[in-house]
Protein backbone atom coordinates (compact mmCIF):
# COMPACT_ATOMS: atom_id res chain seq x y z
CA UNK A 1 0.00 0.00 0.00
CA UNK A 2 3.17 1.90 0.62
CA UNK A 3 4.31 1.67 -2.63
CA UNK A 4 0.95 2.48 -4.62
CA UNK A 5 0.64 6.09 -2.48
CA UNK A 6 4.31 6.54 -3.21
CA UNK A 7 3.76 5.99 -7.13
CA UNK A 8 0.41 8.33 -7.02
CA UNK A 9 2.38 11.09 -5.41
CA UNK A 10 5.34 11.21 -7.96
CA UNK A 11 2.51 11.06 -10.69
CA UNK A 12 0.28 13.62 -9.01
CA UNK A 13 3.73 16.10 -8.99
CA UNK A 14 4.87 15.16 -12.46
CA UNK A 15 1.11 16.36 -14.13
CA UNK A 16 1.78 19.41 -11.77
CA UNK A 17 4.62 19.98 -13.02
CA UNK A 18 3.62 19.31 -17.02
CA UNK A 19 0.66 21.70 -15.91
CA UNK A 20 2.70 24.33 -14.79
CA UNK A 21 5.62 24.24 -17.78
CA UNK A 22 2.48 25.08 -19.98
CA UNK A 23 1.61 29.11 -19.41
CA UNK A 24 -1.05 30.69 -21.39
CA UNK A 25 -1.33 33.91 -22.43
CA UNK A 26 -2.81 36.24 -24.93
CA UNK A 27 -1.05 38.53 -27.67
CA UNK A 28 -2.74 41.42 -29.65
CA UNK A 29 -1.61 42.06 -32.81
CA UNK A 30 -1.38 46.00 -32.87
CA UNK A 31 -1.87 45.37 -37.01
CA UNK A 32 -5.46 44.60 -36.75
CA UNK A 33 -6.22 44.12 -32.92
CA UNK A 34 -7.05 40.87 -33.41
CA UNK A 35 -5.87 38.74 -29.76
CA UNK A 36 -4.19 35.54 -30.11
CA UNK A 37 -4.31 32.69 -27.76
CA UNK A 38 -0.21 31.86 -26.25
CA UNK A 39 0.78 28.90 -24.90
CA UNK A 40 4.38 28.57 -23.75
CA UNK A 41 5.90 24.80 -23.99
CA UNK A 42 9.35 24.12 -22.66
CA UNK A 43 11.09 27.34 -23.11
CA UNK A 44 9.22 27.74 -26.91
CA UNK A 45 6.12 30.37 -26.66
CA UNK A 46 3.47 29.88 -29.92
CA UNK A 47 0.16 30.99 -30.74
CA UNK A 48 -2.01 28.80 -30.01
CA UNK A 49 -4.08 29.17 -32.36
CA UNK A 50 -3.73 29.88 -36.80
CA UNK A 51 -2.74 33.37 -37.75
CA UNK A 52 -5.39 35.31 -39.15
CA UNK A 53 -3.53 38.79 -40.63
CA UNK A 54 -4.26 39.63 -44.32
CA UNK A 55 -1.61 40.04 -46.66
CA UNK A 56 -1.52 39.52 -50.36
CA UNK A 57 -1.51 35.96 -51.41
CA UNK A 58 -3.38 34.62 -48.18
CA UNK A 59 -6.74 33.29 -48.51
CA UNK A 60 -9.95 32.87 -46.31
CA UNK A 61 -12.54 29.97 -45.75
CA UNK A 62 -13.78 30.36 -41.88
CA UNK A 63 -11.41 32.81 -40.63
CA UNK A 64 -12.67 33.42 -37.61
CA UNK A 65 -12.02 29.40 -36.59
CA UNK A 66 -9.30 28.62 -39.23
CA UNK A 67 -7.26 31.82 -39.27
CA UNK A 68 -6.17 32.25 -43.16
CA UNK A 69 -3.91 30.03 -45.50
CA UNK A 70 -1.10 31.63 -46.71
CA UNK A 71 1.98 30.49 -49.67
CA UNK A 72 5.24 30.10 -48.32
CA UNK A 73 6.38 33.88 -49.46
CA UNK A 74 3.08 35.36 -47.88
CA UNK A 75 4.31 33.17 -44.02
CA UNK A 76 7.37 34.63 -44.44
CA UNK A 77 6.06 37.88 -43.38
CA UNK A 78 3.10 37.65 -41.99
CA UNK A 79 3.96 37.62 -38.26
CA UNK A 80 3.70 40.25 -35.98
CA UNK A 81 6.79 42.18 -34.76
CA UNK A 82 8.38 39.96 -32.12
CA UNK A 83 7.01 37.07 -33.62
CA UNK A 84 8.23 34.93 -36.97
CA UNK A 85 7.37 31.72 -39.03
CA UNK A 86 8.74 29.05 -37.10
CA UNK A 87 11.93 27.50 -38.78
CA UNK A 88 12.12 23.44 -38.83
CA UNK A 89 14.06 23.30 -36.29
CA UNK A 90 11.64 24.89 -34.32
CA UNK A 91 8.57 22.59 -35.29
CA UNK A 92 10.96 19.94 -34.51
CA UNK A 93 11.71 21.27 -30.69
CA UNK A 94 7.87 21.57 -30.47
CA UNK A 95 6.83 18.18 -31.62
CA UNK A 96 9.55 16.16 -29.84
CA UNK A 97 8.22 17.73 -26.31
CA UNK A 98 4.36 17.02 -27.23
CA UNK A 99 4.03 14.71 -30.31
CA UNK A 100 1.46 14.80 -32.63
CA UNK A 101 -1.43 13.93 -30.91
CA UNK A 102 -1.65 16.49 -27.58
CA UNK A 103 -0.97 19.39 -30.56
CA UNK A 104 -4.27 18.24 -31.86
CA UNK A 105 -8.09 19.74 -30.77
CA UNK A 106 -10.07 17.21 -29.26
CA UNK A 107 -13.03 15.76 -30.00
CA UNK A 108 -14.78 15.99 -33.32
CA UNK A 109 -16.43 19.56 -33.91
CA UNK A 110 -13.96 20.68 -36.48
CA UNK A 111 -11.48 17.24 -37.25
CA UNK A 112 -13.23 14.53 -38.80
CA UNK A 113 -13.88 11.49 -36.96
CA UNK A 114 -11.84 9.67 -35.74
CA UNK A 115 -9.66 12.11 -34.64
CA UNK A 116 -7.32 9.38 -33.65
CA UNK A 117 -4.92 10.04 -30.59
CA UNK A 118 -5.80 13.64 -30.14
CA UNK A 119 -6.28 14.98 -26.47
CA UNK A 120 -4.76 18.88 -26.65
CA UNK A 121 -2.79 18.41 -23.54
CA UNK A 122 0.22 20.76 -24.89
CA UNK A 123 -2.89 23.22 -25.40
CA UNK A 124 -1.15 23.54 -29.00
CA UNK A 125 -5.27 23.45 -30.41
CA UNK A 126 -3.92 22.13 -33.65
CA UNK A 127 -7.13 22.74 -36.34
CA UNK A 128 -7.91 20.87 -39.85
CA UNK A 129 -7.78 24.12 -42.79
CA UNK A 130 -6.49 21.97 -45.23
CA UNK A 131 -4.55 23.62 -47.68
CA UNK A 132 -5.29 25.75 -50.62
CA UNK A 133 -4.10 24.11 -54.24
CA UNK A 134 -2.38 25.81 -57.01
CA UNK A 135 -5.11 26.55 -59.01
CA UNK A 136 -7.44 27.60 -55.89
CA UNK A 137 -8.95 24.64 -54.65
CA UNK A 138 -9.28 23.70 -50.99
CA UNK A 139 -7.98 20.24 -50.08
CA UNK A 140 -8.58 17.68 -47.04
CA UNK A 141 -10.65 20.31 -44.80
CA UNK A 142 -11.72 18.73 -41.69
CA UNK A 143 -9.16 15.82 -42.32
CA UNK A 144 -5.58 17.29 -42.21
CA UNK A 145 -4.00 20.51 -41.29
CA UNK A 146 -0.59 21.83 -42.52
CA UNK A 147 1.52 24.91 -41.03
CA UNK A 148 4.70 26.33 -42.96
CA UNK A 149 7.85 26.54 -41.51
CA UNK A 150 10.33 29.34 -42.83
CA UNK A 151 12.93 26.29 -44.16
CA UNK A 152 12.79 26.20 -47.77
CA UNK A 153 13.58 22.26 -48.86
CA UNK A 154 15.23 22.96 -52.81
CA UNK A 155 14.09 26.17 -54.89
CA UNK A 156 10.28 25.23 -55.18
CA UNK A 157 9.43 23.66 -52.21
CA UNK A 158 9.77 24.44 -48.52
CA UNK A 159 9.22 22.39 -45.11
CA UNK A 160 5.89 21.60 -43.29
CA UNK A 161 4.20 20.18 -40.16
CA UNK A 162 0.93 17.88 -41.15
CA UNK A 163 -1.66 16.54 -38.50
CA UNK A 164 -4.38 13.97 -39.86
CA UNK A 165 -7.29 13.04 -38.36
CA UNK A 166 -6.67 9.51 -38.86
CA UNK A 167 -2.74 9.26 -37.25
CA UNK A 168 -1.65 10.26 -33.29
CA UNK A 169 1.69 11.45 -35.08
CA UNK A 170 2.43 14.47 -36.50
CA UNK A 171 4.45 14.67 -40.05
CA UNK A 172 7.29 16.20 -41.73
CA UNK A 173 6.89 16.79 -45.22
CA UNK A 174 7.77 19.27 -48.09
CA UNK A 175 5.18 21.43 -49.97
CA UNK A 176 5.16 23.83 -52.96
CA UNK A 177 5.50 26.91 -51.90
CA UNK A 178 2.48 28.93 -54.00
CA UNK A 179 0.21 26.52 -52.33
CA UNK A 180 -1.86 28.05 -49.18
CA UNK A 181 -1.28 26.69 -45.84
CA UNK A 182 -1.98 27.03 -41.93
CA UNK A 183 1.05 29.89 -40.11
CA UNK A 184 1.59 29.56 -36.61
CA UNK A 185 3.54 32.47 -35.23
CA UNK A 186 6.51 32.08 -32.59
CA UNK A 187 7.95 34.71 -30.30
CA UNK A 188 11.23 35.81 -30.99
Known sequence: MKNLYSFVLVVLISANAIIKAQ?????????????YKTIKIDSQIWMAENLNYDVKYSW???????????????????????????????????????????????????WKSPNTGATNKSGFTALPHGFRGILGSLDWDTKIGFW???TPYKRTYAWTWRLDYNLSTVTRQ?????V?????????
Open 23 to 35: ETGTFIDPRDGKE
Open 60 to 110: CIDCETYGRLYNWDAALVSCPVGWHLPSDEEWTVLTSNVGGGSMKEAGTAH
Open 148 to 150: WSS
Open 174 to 178: FSNKP
Open 180 to 188: GESVRCIKD
